[in-house]
């Protein structure tokens, strides 16, 4: 069956770290990947997209890769700061899926002062 | 300015009634969605439309039925509410680009069935 599933539930870590969040999917056949913050009481915001031939995008302090191999999307945020802390769900969008896109359960990310 | 606008933020019902909920978007969106978020952060694709017409509609009861007036419009309805029908539900939209479309969610709508 198909399943995404994201490292941890929690992750907590210390300011002015680089936090690294693992996203894993099977049997799944990406056409791209996709990293949303959601803040306690609000809606999902798009962070980065990255497609299935790409290895790597980059976006200020956030970096994605994505290995197609290892069927695994890395969400890294260098330079962490307490603002950064919130739950992080990435979404796959299949290949001839009807434009649907799958979540992950989320990482609850705590950047510690 | 909001971009995409749920009403009500919270809805606090008894078991058995009915209810729906308004979402609206301004961004010009051709798509809209609904997503049910419960208490694990799980976030589920429920329904979607396409230019007013379903294009997704996944496994969910019957009791839910969306509707959708026009391209900004998708409202939810809900009839003989459950206590299992309390989560989050949020409305998304979005624009047809291939390889790179992305989702605008709403602020969601908590429903909390007694």
């Known amino acids: 069956s198909q399943k995404i599933e994201q490292n941890s539930e929690a992750l907590n870590i210390q300011e002015g770290k680089t936090a690294t969040l693992t996203c894993n999917y099977t049997?799944?056949?990406?056409?791209?990947l996709q990293w949303y913050r959601q803040d306690p009481g609000r809606g999902p915001v798009f962070l980065l997209l990255i497609r299935e031939n790409e290895k790597e995008k980059r976006k200020e302090r956030l970096k994605v890769t994505f290995d197609t191999t290892l069927k695994q999307s890395l969400f890294h945020i260098t330079a962490s700061q307490p603002a950064d802390s919130a739950t992080y769900l990435c979404a796959l969008r299949s290949s001839g899926s009807a434009r649907q896109l799958t979540f992950g359960s989320g990482t609850q990310l705590t950047v510690l002062p | 300015d909001t971009a995409v606008s749920q009403t009500p933020k919270y809805l606090v019902t008894q078991m058995g009634n009915d209810k729906s909920i308004k979402c609206e978007q301004n961004?010009?969106?051709?798509?809209m969605y609904w997503y049910k978020q419960d208490s694990k952060k799980f976030l589920k694709i429920m329904f979607s439309?396409?230019?007013?017409?379903?294009?997704i509609n996944e496994t969910v009861p019957n009791r839910f039925s969306p509707k959708s007036p026009d391209k900004a419009h998708l409202n939810l309805h809900i009839n003989s509410l459950e206590l299992g029908d309390s989560a989050v539900y949020f409305c998304a939209s979005s624009q047809f680009q291939p390889g790179q479309e992305t989702q605008y969610f709403g602020p969601g709508t908590r429903l909390l069935v007694l």
């Open positions: 961004l010009g969106h051709d798509t």
């Open positions: 439309y396409n230019n007013k017409e379903l294009i």
């Open positions: 049997n799944y056949s990406p056409a791209y």
